[in-house]
C-alpha cells in the first residue's frame, strides 16, 4: 500500500478501529475515533504520540511485535493478520479482537496501517451461553429455591460479569422493560408496537434482576 488516498472510508469507520504507526519507533501517528473507543480513551488525540507497545501487556507480544518493526523496515513483511489477539486498553483491560497489519506508506516513510476489529459483544455471547448452560443444569439438578438462585446471581456475576445481580418479582423488572421499549419506540417512530400483559399468578415469581430485558432486547436484533 503506497498511499492513503483511497483509504478515507477505512480511516472513518465507525465498524473499524484504525491507527498507523511508524515502523522505526513504532509511534503512532494517527488514530480514528473508532478505535479509540474500542480501547477505552476519551478521544484518538490520546492516541497520537503513544507506541504500540503502549497497546500490549505481555513481553512476549512486545517481542513479536518489535521484530516485526524490524521486518517492515527493511520490506520482510507486508501483511500479519491474527484473529485471537488482546490488546491493552487505557483502563488496562484486555480487548478481545482481531488485527489486521498491513505496510503503507504515511508522510514519506514506511508505516504500518493497522485495522482492528472488536470482539467483544463475540466473547460475551460465548460467556451468557455458557452461564445459560450452567443456569439450565442448575434447574434441573438443584432442588431448593433459595439454592438455585443463590448459584443463578453468583453465574451471572463471576461468568458473565454483571457488576451485581439481584433477585425481584417480575413486576418489578417490568420498569427496565417499559424504559428499554419507550427508547426503541423513539427510535424506530410507528414501526413498533409494544404491548405489555403479565399474568397476575407470573407477578408472584422471582426472577434474577436484568434476565427479562435480554430477551426483549433480541427481538429488535
Do not use: W
Not at 512476549?60 to 520490506?75: A, S
Not at 405489555?196 to 408472584?204: A, T
Amino acid at each position: 500500500m503506497s498511499g492513503l488516498d483511497n483509504f478515507d472510508t477505512l480511516l472513518d469507520s465507525s465498524i473499524f478501529g484504525v491507527y498507523i504507526h511508524q515502523t522505526d519507533d513504532g509511534v503512532i501517528v494517527f488514530a480514528n475515533e473508532r478505535i479509540a473507543q474500542i480501547l477505552d480513551y476519551d478521544s484518538s488525540d490520546e492516541l497520537i504520540g503513544k507506541t504500540i507497545f503502549d497497546l500490549h501487556s505481555e513481553d512476549e507480544q512486545k517481542r513479536i511485535v518489535k521484530d516485526n518493526l524490524r521486518k517492515r523496515q527493511k520490506g520482510e513483511i507486508d501483511k500479519v493478520e491474527v484473529a485471537d489477539y488482546r490488546l491493552l486498553s487505557k483502563n488496562n483491560h484486555l480487548v478481545p479482537v482481531s488485527v489486521f497489519v498491513y505496510t503503507t506508506v504515511y508522510k514519506e516513510k514506511f508505516s504500518g496501517l493497522v485495522i482492528i476489529l472488536d470482539r467483544s459483544k463475540e466473547e460475551s455471547y460465548k460467556k451468557l451461553f455458557l452461564a445459560l448452560s450452567q443456569i439450565n443444569q442448575l434447574i434441573v439438578k438443584v432442588d431448593n429455591e433459595d439454592e438455585v438462585f443463590s448459584q443463578i446471581v453468583k453465574i451471572l456475576v463471576t461468568e458473565v460479569g454483571y457488576y451485581s445481580s439481584i433477585v425481584g418479582h417480575v413486576d418489578e423488572d417490568d420498569l427496565f422493560v417499559k424504559d428499554y421499549i419507550y427508547i426503541q419506540e423513539c427510535r424506530f417512530d410507528d414501526r413498533v408496537k409494544f404491548t405489555l400483559s403479565v399474568n397476575m399468578d407470573m407477578k408472584k415469581v422471582k426472577v434474577p434482576g436484568m434476565t427479562i430485558q435480554p430477551l426483549v432486547e433480541n427481538a429488535f436484533i
